[in-house]
């Protein structure tokens, strides 16, 4: 896929396009995602989560009303930012770590894995058992330098892998199914509509009905 391709499908200025269609052109080769029909699913998800290529890192700068409406069963008590909210909002590093706490791999709080563990890659990648996966399955050492994935190469291969291996995304592009590929990926239907105008406009210029 050239740059000007990409840069229509997933409408990018030149300057991001050049710099990921080489990278964008290899991971689809790679994971398998070789039909028109794959290849549009996988850029609009990609070019939402990453908010059109540019964002290859969690933002986590929530005020305590957004901690409490993101995640209330840990932040918000009567339907309100609870005392843990209040303390740690504004503050991304505390946010990843208490958010992410003694799970999916993660250690507690003062363990640190939450911040370091945290989403990164064009579709996130979050918690040290993921970033072992994808590394393994990259050839990168994740665990030790897990700021590797934001590098646009890695960042390519790796959102290739999840989609194709991690997630199976290969399937819902097949038969068109764009909120399956997103229920796959974001664990719900967060920023449907977005996805689904990116999804129209990537399909319309790499020619699928």
């Known amino acids: 896929m050239d740059a000007k391709l990409l840069a229509a499908a997933c409408g990018l200025e030149m ?25 549009a699913m996988f850029l609009a998800q990609c070019a939402h989560e990453s908010d059109g290529f540019e964002e290859l890192e969690e933002n ?7 901690l409490a409406r993101t995640w209330p069963n840990r932040y918000a008590e009567g339907g309100e930012p609870n005392a843990l909210a209040l303390r740690i909002a504004r503050k991304p590093e505390l946010i990843a770590n208490y958010t992410y706490a003694n799970r999916m791999g993660n250690g507690p709080p003062e363990s640190g894995d939450g911040w370091k563990y945290r989403g990164r890659s064009l579709i996130g990648i ?28 890695n960042a390519a291969q790796i959102a290739g892998w999840l989609w194709s291996i991690e997630k199976g ?13 997103t229920r796959a990926i974001n664990g719900g239907l967060i920023g449907l509509p977005d996805r689904m105008k990116r999804w129209h406009v990537a399909k319309r210029v790499l020619g699928v009905n």
């Not at 986590?60 to 957004?66: D, F, K």
């Not at 996966?133 to 700021?147: H, M, N, Q, Y």
């Not at 819902?172 to 590929?181: C, P, V």
């Open 60 to 66: 986590l700068n929530y005020s305590a009303e957004g």
């Open 126 to 153: 979050t918690g040290r058992d993921m970033y072992r996966r994808a590394g393994s399955a990259v050839g990168l050492d994740l665990i030790k330098s897990p700021e590797l994935a934001t590098v646009p190469s």
């Open 15 to 39: 300057r991001l396009a050049e710099l990921w269609a080489p990278h964008i052109t290899a991971a689809m080769t790679n994971w398998g995602i070789d039909s028109p029909a794959r290849r």
């Open 169 to 181: 995304c290969n399937v819902f592009a097949d038969r068109g199914d764009i909120e399956g590929s």
